[in-house]
């Protein structure tokens, strides 16, 4: 399977890129199928259910508004974040949407768009499924998607582990493991980061066109660190959460370096606090590789670029490059959904993507590059995904700080050794799949376990609707 840096890092919207973004997607690409066979006009009514993973954190993922968002025609990577609660606020108003932009019919969420907590598809635990009724209440169409992780969504004709499509596009160097890519860089003597360049001038990318993409991910990356430093307030969802990035950038403005040595790792926790916190009020991000982990590739790079003693243009190119070849292969071998295998599949999987990028970008082998990103995932390995309410908030924006840093000390610790390491990375990703079998599923994007019942604020869990996912554990 041929997968792109563009199809691992891709600008979107907060908070999820799976609960979030992913059924954005689908329902723009349902309400697109409808308009491209010319069956809009015939559509009276249209209803949306949530399963699993979705149905019982949904709300607190803003599922709901995504829906709404794409069967009206909007994707992720386009959508005016300014305008969203305006629009929202006119859809519920007059209980209507404007399907795929043009056709209006009644939608009311509650009724057209349902939560359901009780049933999973077995196919995946996010899954969806859109149908469009006649006036007459006949089914014009109905089809059945799944939020994959990162972004994706697949149909239910797909196959495959995580049930996406294989890209018949034919790579130069391909490779599904971490001992295949490490044979490939040593008959060639290419980068990690040289070899993903070549890779991806396969998918018809000039790499002067592929360079200006990557530059403009950075971009997203660096102002979405900028506008999470500047803005203060309180999160939306209920549960209350101060933004902290913009004081503690304050108060690192003003404190003398020469006194704490370590204040260079405040500021990575800050860069990173600064874009989940962005993520968490629904802003514009850069899934790397979902929104969950969104801060921790952003993070890293920031410190690259600042505390670095020569950083370049290139060096961002290739940071990126290398962090995506690792991300391949957790996407492939593994998963970077926290609904499917917990959190060490988001956190962990970014954690290991950006010590491997920062192994390379400060002169790494491609060996040590794969150390390092063993590292990174292999002391994230086992890590649940039990967001309190449901929200992308508590743990996940300490846990991007704290696994930011861990990227920070993989990347030393390899770059201090030779590359010669006891557990590969390939044994590593093999695990995480594993053990996300094997983990409860209260502890994957549930809000039915860990931290989501044990630490309860009453009057917000009333406010997200989910006090029976209290109940039922």
Known sequence: MAISVFDLFKIGIGPSSSHTGGPMAAAHKFARGLSDDNLLSGVARVEAILYGSLGLTGKGHGSD???????????????????????LAEMRASGTIKLYGTHEIPFVVGE????????????????????????????????????????????????????????????????????????????????????????????????????????????????????????????????????????????????????????????????????????????????????????????????????TPAPTDDGIVRFLLTAAAIGVLFKENASISGAEV???????SACSMAAAGLTE????????????????????LGLTCDPIGGLVQIPCIERNAVASIKAITAARIALRGDGKHFVSLDKAIHTV????????????????????????????????EIGVNVVEC
């Not at 508004?65 to 629009?87: F, N, Q, T």
């Open 112 to 307: 057209d768009l349902v939560f359901e907590r009780k049933i999973s598809l077995p196919e995946h635990p996010n899954g969806m499924r859109f149908t469009a009724f006649a006036a007459d209440g006949s089914v014009v169409r109905e089809k059945v998607y799944f939020s994959v992780g990162g972004g994706f969504v697949v149909d239910e004709n797909a196959t495959g582990a995580d049930r996406i499509k294989p890209d018949d596009t034919v790579l130069p160097y391909p490779f599904a493991s971490a001992e295949e890519l490490l044979k490939h860089c040593s008959n060639t003597g290419l980068s990690i980061s040289g070899l993903m360049l070549e890779n991806e001038k396969a998918f018809g990318r000039t790499e002067a066109e592929i360079r200006s993409g990557i530059c403009e991910l950075w971009d997203v990356m660096s102002s979405c660190v900028e506008r999470g430093i500047a803005k203060e307030g309180v999160l939306p969802g209920g549960l209350k959460v101060r933004r902290r990035a913009h004081g503690l950038h304050r108060r690192l403005q003003v404190e003398s370096p020469e006194k704490d040595p370590l204040q260079t790792m405040d500021w990575v926790s800050l860069f990173a606090l600064a874009v989940n916190e962005e993520n968490a009020a629904g802003g514009r991000i850069v899934t790397a590789p979902t929104n969950g982990a969104a801060g921790i590739v952003p993070a890293v790079l920031t410190y690259y670029k600042r505390f």
């Open 361 to 380: 970008v400060l002169g790494g082998t491609p060996e040590q590059v794969e150390n390092a990103a063993e590292i990174g995932i292999e002391h994230n």
């Open 342 to 348: 917990g959190c060490q599949g988001e956190v962990g």
């Open 433 to 464: 799949r594993t053990t996300g079998a094997d983990m409860s599923s209260r502890y994957k994007e549930t809000a039915r376990g860990g931290l989501a019942v044990n630490v309860i604020e009453s009057d917000a869990f009333e406010e997200l």
């Open 65 to 87: 508004k995504a829906v709404l968002l794409g069967l009206s025609g909007e994707k992720p990577e386009l959508v005016d974040v300014d305008s969203i609660d305006g629009r």
